[in-house]
């Protein structure tokens, strides 16, 4: 495979409150547009190939992130469908809590991410499998790929052939870029304060 530099989208409004956002969105918090000009610098920093192409989730959070994030590196992105996050159905715009009181056990704190495809009406583990393979099957060259954090473990999972469960602590990887070459991870993150925040 070609390099592929894959970046989740800032923090968002509803990341702050702990709401479930899936194929719902909301907007990118002053936070969640420093982390997005930072992985901008990142990247700049690496020195992207030429010819390297720009995909992008259809959701907002992406779309504002890679506005940010990609200014001045390409001239336009193409918009992606199969970027898009997991949907987690009925769970989408409730908290853990709320989560909870309406279908008490779905959620396992021993498998952080694992209860999202038991998610009422939300989307299966095989539809997001297929819809990644599909897109990496299309990569002929360098790609930056702006996305979401379950989708990305699932993007990187595939690149390293690995278990999208083993991939480390879930920090979350705002404000960071994964760069897959040559069937390695490097996470590329710069500590940063942006007027004031963290």
């Known amino acids: 495979m070609p390099p592929i530099y894959i970046l ?7 990341n702050l409150e702990g709401r479930m956002q899936g194929s719902r969105d909301s907007s990118l918090t002053d936070l969640g547009r420093a982390q997005a000009a930072r992985q901008g610098a990142i990247l700049g920093r690496i020195g992207l190939p030429e010819g390297t192409a720009f995909r992008v989730s259809p959701l907002g959070r992406t779309q504002e992130t ?34 909870e009181d309406r279908f008490p056990g779905l959620i396992d704190p021993g498998q952080p991410f694992e209860w999202y495809f038991q998610c009422p009406g939300g989307e ?30 699932f993007l990187r999972a ?12 879930p920090d979350g990887g705002q404000g960071v870029v994964y760069e897959l070459r040559g069937g390695q991870q490097i996470r590329h993150a710069e500590d940063y304060s942006i007027s004031g925040l963290r």
């Open 8 to 14: 989740r989208h800032g923090q968002t409004v509803w």
């Open 66 to 99: 890679a506005r940010h994030a990609l200014a001045g590196l390409t001239e336009g992105f193409a918009t992606d469908d199969r970027l898009r996050e997991l949907s987690v159905g009925q769970c989408e715009g409730l908290t853990h809590p709320e989560i």
């Open 124 to 153: 299966s583990m095989a539809s997001m499998r297929a819809r990644v393979a599909e897109l990496l099957g299309e990569v002929s060259g360098p790609t930056v790929l702006v996305t979401h954090g379950i989708t990305s473990r």
């Open 158 to 169: 595939a690149l390293l052939d690995a278990d999208w469960r083993d991939l480390g602590a």
